[in-house]
């Protein structure tokens, strides 16, 4: 019965033993395990930042297209605005050249016509003085012409 016992012990020792085994077999493997999924962790965060920094870098490089292209459709609508404005100076100032060469054309026609009305003044005098001379005469002469 003490052999029965001892040999008792001895197998609850032995399958202790292997049980131990086994744990220290799982233990080490799940130790390996978890070791392996923090590397993986640390791959995947690696990964992700990667493609958050692809994605920013592709953002920025669409936003900075973008701006770009704004910039030189608003560079081009300056330009038209600035072409535009010259075209209306250059016609404005085409008019007033047209406008003081009419008003010096008119200028010219009224001191022509001021000329010709005095001349035309002094031609009246004239006709009315030898007018008044004539009549003047004419009267001497029917006068004389009663004395006969």
């Known amino acids: 019965m003490l052999k029965k ?4 012990m001895n197998s609850r020792i032995a399958s202790l033993s292997l049980k131990e085994k086994e ?3 799982l233990k080490t493997s799940l130790e390996m395990k978890e070791r392996n999924l923090i590397e993986f962790e640390e791959q995947l965060n690696s990964r992700e930042k990667v ?3 692809k994605l920013l870098d592709e953002h ?5 297209s973008k701006k770009k292209e704004f910039e030189l459709e608003i560079e081009a609508k300056r330009r038209s605005i600035d072409d535009e404005l010259k075209d209306k100076v250059s016609e404005v100032e085409k008019k007033e050249a047209e406008l003081n060469h009419m008003e010096d054309k008119v200028r ?5 016509l ?3 009305l005095e001349k035309i003044k002094e031609r009246e005098k004239d006709i009315d003085s ?5 009549k003047d005469k004419e ?5 004389e012409a009663k004395e006969f």
Do not use: Q
Request: hydrophobic fraction near 35%; avoid cysteine; charged fraction near 60%.
């Open 130 to 134: 030898k007018s008044k001379i004539l």
């Open 139 to 143: 009267k001497v002469l029917k006068a």
């Open 23 to 25: 744990a220290d077999t």
């Open 60 to 64: 920025n490089a669409i936003l900075d």
């Open 5 to 8: 016992k001892e040999d008792d």
């Open 51 to 53: 493609e958050m920094r």
């Open 114 to 116: 001021e000329k010709k």
């Open 108 to 112: 010219k026609e009224e001191e022509a």
